[in-house]
Structure formats: structure tokens, C-alpha cells
């Protein structure tokens, strides 16, 4: 994705995560958004430590960026962002916001959220200020309730793929000794495989 090639009309989809690890559910979604917001490209932005998982540890940065890296290598829509690993602690959507309208002044922002985050959306910082500065795409999640998009947030909610995958399951198969292949890209199963991680 050669963003300074971008016109000025670009719209960007913007999909923040811990992505502890990225899952076939992350991709499919994103490539959902991409087709069905017509979107130039999605950059996946890893958090160092999300404010409502305080008590998270996830696994370093480095090998969550790895793994991101693994799944998307190859896909010209897609980029990794690390300013949010780059900047360190607590990463607020606010800061990163700020900082891509600040390099693309011009461009239509779309951020990613799943449906299990929206009702929480008043409470993230600064939040009437980020209600401006993107266009919310909710992502439905097997099992949860269709939620609106409280005021005054704008978007609309995605139709495809809703996949009941999550981190913490693939974390918990991995311990319980189960495979996470087909549930995550196969680079990142070997990765896994070969590592200790979730052990
Ligand atoms: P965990 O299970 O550790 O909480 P997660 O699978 O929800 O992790 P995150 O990296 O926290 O993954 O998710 C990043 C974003 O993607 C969040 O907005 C989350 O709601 C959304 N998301 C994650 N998995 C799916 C899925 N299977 N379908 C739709 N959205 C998802």
C-alpha cells in the first residue's frame, strides 16, 4: 500500500487491536471493510496496552507486530502501524487519530470496532472530539446483540464475515495443547508452534 500515491479523496480504514494474536477473524473483517467501504487500505495499528484490559499482559510487542507482519505480508491493502508500540503505554484511539489526520489532513477515516466495544465508545478519551474525526465501521461478533453506534458517534456496521474467533481462545487452545491451525494464518500457527508463547 504505497500511501503517498493515495489521491486526496483517500479513505483509509484504520483497525486497532492487541492482535495477541492476529486471527483469521482480524483479516476477514478488514478485507469485508475494504470491499464494502470501497476503502484504498487498512492499516493494522497493535496497541502497547489497551485501556480496558489493565491488568492484560500481552505478549511483547515485537512478536505481536511479527505476527501481524506474518499474516498480512503480501496483501498491498494492508500495512502495519506501530506508533502506537512506539509511543508506549496506555495507547488511546484519540492519539492515533490525531496523528493520521495530521499526515493525511484530507482523507475519509474509518475506524474498526467490534461490536463488543461500542456501547463503551463515551468513555474513550476525548470522545466527542473522535466522534468528529472518524466514521465508526462496527464489526458484528458471532453471539453479541446488533448495537447502535451511541450519539454522537457516526458509521455504519459491517455485513461481512462475522467469524466467532477470538485472542483469548486461540491463547487458550494453545495452552490446553489444542491446534490453532485454521484459525489463524499458517505462518503464525508455525510461529506459535515453534515458540513458548501462551504456554
Ligand atoms: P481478546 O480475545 O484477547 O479480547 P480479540 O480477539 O477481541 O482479543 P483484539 O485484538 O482485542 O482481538 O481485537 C481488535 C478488534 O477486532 C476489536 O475491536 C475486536 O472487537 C475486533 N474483533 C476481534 N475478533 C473479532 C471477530 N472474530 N469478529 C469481529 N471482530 C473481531
Redesign the pocket.
Known amino acids: 500500500m504505497g500511501m503517498e500515491e493515495w489521491g486526496v479523496e483517500m479513505k483509509l480504514g484504520l483497525?486497532?487491536?492487541?492482535?495477541?494474536p492476529?486471527?483469521l477473524?482480524?483479516l476477514l473483517?478488514a478485507q469485508a471493510a475494504l470491499e464494502e467501504l470501497e476503502l484504498d487500505g487498512v492499516c493494522f495499528i497493535p496497541a502497547t496496552q489497551?485501556p480496558f484490559?489493565p491488568d492484560a499482559q500481552p505478549a511483547p510487542a515485537e512478536v505481536r507486530l511479527r505476527f501481524l507482519r506474518l499474516a498480512l505480508a503480501g496483501l498491498p491493502w494492508a500495512e502495519v502501524d506501530a506508533q502506537e508500540i512506539a509511543r508506549g503505554g496506555v495507547s488511546y484511539t484519540i492519539d492515533t487519530v490525531r496523528e493520521y489526520v495530521r499526515k493525511f489532513p484530507s482523507a475519509r477515516l474509518h475506524w474498526?470496532?467490534?461490536?463488543?466495544?461500542v456501547a463503551m465508545l463515551p468513555t474513550w478519551r476525548d470522545a466527542a472530539e473522535l466522534a468528529q474525526l472518524v466514521e465508526f465501521v462496527v464489526?458484528?461478533?458471532p453471539g453479541d446483540a446488533e448495537v447502535p453506534l451511541p450519539k454522537p458517534f457516526r458509521g455504519r456496521t459491517l455485513r461481512g464475515f462475522?467469524?466467532?474467533?477470538?485472542?483469548?481462545?486461540i491463547?487458550a487452545r494453545v495452552k490446553a495443547g489444542l491446534p490453532v491451525d485454521f484459525l489463524v494464518p499458517a505462518a503464525v500457527a508455525e510461529t506459535i508452534r515453534n515458540s513458548r508463547l501462551y504456554l
Not at 15 to 20: E, I, N, P, Q, T
Open positions: 483497525f486497532g487491536g492487541s492482535f495477541d492476529v486471527h477473524g482480524h473483517v489497551s484490559k474498526l470496532i467490534g461490536a463488543d466495544h464489526i458484528p461478533r462475522p467469524l466467532g474467533v477470538s485472542s483469548s481462545q491463547r
